[in-house]
């Protein structure tokens, strides 16, 4: 084909199946943005800031599976690096592209330019590359598209120089199938037999879970394999991990991960499959991890036994291997003792947690556990919950995930700021799921309105739902509870308080064309619902800012440092 | 840079450093007690000891620290509530001494609610708390009552006098 380099960089990712073009543009990667005016099979999807441009991708590629692909200014890269973190901890596929000056121009130092630029995306980039010539581009961002979706995957950046992106040349375009192959490794079958022995008799198993799983679409696989053993399974979202993996619902589930296991004594065979953070876990234990990712493999914790596999084949074959081991009853009667024996707890911890919860459901502010309910309650069992929470995670063990229920999609490292763009991507890549998208008051003040600009432009028909305590609530509980100190002891909260300004959010949504109210009663939750259930049906955005209980030590507070920039001027300008 | 992550509670001390799992010779703030052994294999998954060592709450109070918890994931049965609530009103119920060096010395102004004040919020911490910041009349009257609810022993009319006290020597203009 011929055209210009950004031409060839558009057809390039078409032949890829790329679909959407995340974006905000800049004068140097115009060529791009030409290339695209006649093209109906991609499309662009543009974000006002660089962060909002990368969280959509990443959500977009969390859900679909596919690798997102952003384009942003050179000189907005330390936005878009904020929100790249959590694509890079998460091991998302993506590709982030910037239009940068050809390398003499940029030696001059240009008012935009600084030295070194590139190396600012190395640690959090799977592979970067500056593409010099358009005969040469289409090769490269193949590479690229390669290597952020081969497995584990991962953030690629391209440096698109910006005289190739403007000039003309010819060069080949290849479609994904020829220069991308799955990969998916099949574990060794001496190291299966050995697993499976040691999980037949173990006397005291676990097995715990992580994202791997969901990237490589393994949860039947391994729900199927713990039934047949009666495994007790832990790992859900907590910090470092972003997914569900194994329905929540099931008697055979414990819980998120913990460092050790109260409700199970000392574990003695302790199976991960598919997370860096359940390697963690069940200290004490024989420890054997299957993996896809050999780099955080045995990385915080020594492992007896590691297994770099695909998590989906290596649950197949570990299933058909126990078949293999033992009789059809006898591991009726391993499972049967085992899940009477976790479920008996699983039973009694739901009702504890849901009779703890009713205790405290009533009353205004909104308590997080009557929120639960209320949501668990009314949302459909199809829906995707994009949870970019902090206190809000506390609603979670009070709601159903995973298996045949909602579909949970978080972010491990936590960067806030994620939760509404994400949202949009998610959209785009389930457009017939319901999407609700929560953040927490802090998450929706640092990431900025902005993302509210594109649910607007595009009608993105997604309930977002604002949980404002006015406060970095969960990190006040912390810095109060893990590190005590003067602000514990004196009673002053020196950096979490949020409420002054009291941001209207309902308000700043509505001054974006976004249809949104605030709701402070919780007997008025449902309705409330009911209204952003409606509004996306039409096809329109809704927001909820749903005003809750500031709750744990020093909550009651309001007191911020009284510091006041006007009482410092000595005449009144 | 902290600022920018948020994180979940309940594996705060694991994702860290994984160096959570605290062993009863690492708890010396946990003196020794029925239920202690609960304490440690169930909250010290996650807390340092100093987290519960502290505070000072009663066992309403206490009862509901537990409850977040168990709502947040702890893995914690019926019976192992009542002995965690038991033992952390006991070790660290009001009137039990603080960790640490002791509190700024405060000289509370006169009035009708000094005695209260120093008969119920000085049982649990030091008055520099009482006395270090200048607060609304809102922000005084939700403090009071969740004292009260730890286990400040404050009836009705006393919160409302103790509210009233405050609000006139330590309000925010």
Known sequence: ???????????????????????????????????????????????????VVVAMADGYARASGKPGVAIVAAVGLPNAMTQLVN????????????????REAESRGGAQQYDGQETLLTPISKWAWRTESAAGLPDITRKALKFASTRPGGPVSLWLSEPGLREEATATIVDEAAFNTPISMRPNKADIETIARLLIEAKNPLLTVGDEITLAQGEREVRELAELLGLPVMGSAVLGQWSTPFPTRSPLFLGGLQANTPALGQVDIHLNVGSWLGEQTARGAKLISIRQDPATLGRATPVDMGVIADPKLACADLVEAVKSLATKDRLKKIADERTRRVADYTEKARKLRHDVAMQFSTGSPIRLNRLAFELEDFLDKDTIYVADLDSGRKMEPLMNFGGDDKMYIGNGPAVLGWGISAGLGVKLARPDKPVIALVGDGSFLFGGPQPLWSLSRYQAPITVMVLNNRSYNNERNRIWAFGGGSQLSRGLDMTCYNG?????????????????????????????????????IEGRPYLLEVVIERDGIGGASEWHPPFSIASLRTRKV | MHKLFASAFVCIAMAAGGAAVAQPADNPLLPEGPGRDRVVAVCTSCHVSRAFAQVRENANGWKNQVSEMILIGAQVSPADMDAIVGYLSTA?????????????????????????????????????????????????????ERMAFYGAPLDEGQRKTVVAYLTEHYAAK
């Open chain 1, 1 to 51: 084909m011929k055209g210009t380099g950004g031409a060839l960089f558009v057809e390039q990712l078409k032949a890829a199946g790329v679909e959407y073009i995340f974006f905000n543009p800049s004068t140097g990667d115009a060529p791009i943005y030409d290339a695209m005016v006649d093209q109906t099979d991609i499309h662009l999807i543009k974000g006002v800031q660089e962060g």
């Open chain 1, 87 to 102: 694509t890079y901890k998460d091991r998302i596929p993506l590709m982030l592209a910037m239009g940068v000056p050809a």
């Open chain 1, 500 to 536: 002054s300004p009291d941001v209207d959010i309902a308000k700043t949504a509505q001054a974006f064309g976004v249809e949104a109210e605030q709701v402070n009663d919780p007997e008025t939750i449902k309705a409330a619902l009911g209204r952003a259930k409606r509004a996306n």
């Open chain 2, 92 to 144: 660290f119920g009001p009137g039990t001494r603080l960790p640490g060096p002791p509190s700024q010395a405060v000289d509370l102004p006169d009035g009708a609610a000094k005695i209260l004040v120093l008969g119920s919020c000085a049982r649990c911490h030091g008055l520099d708390r009482v006395a270090g910041a200048k607060r609304s009349p809102r922000e005084w009257d939700h403090i009071v």
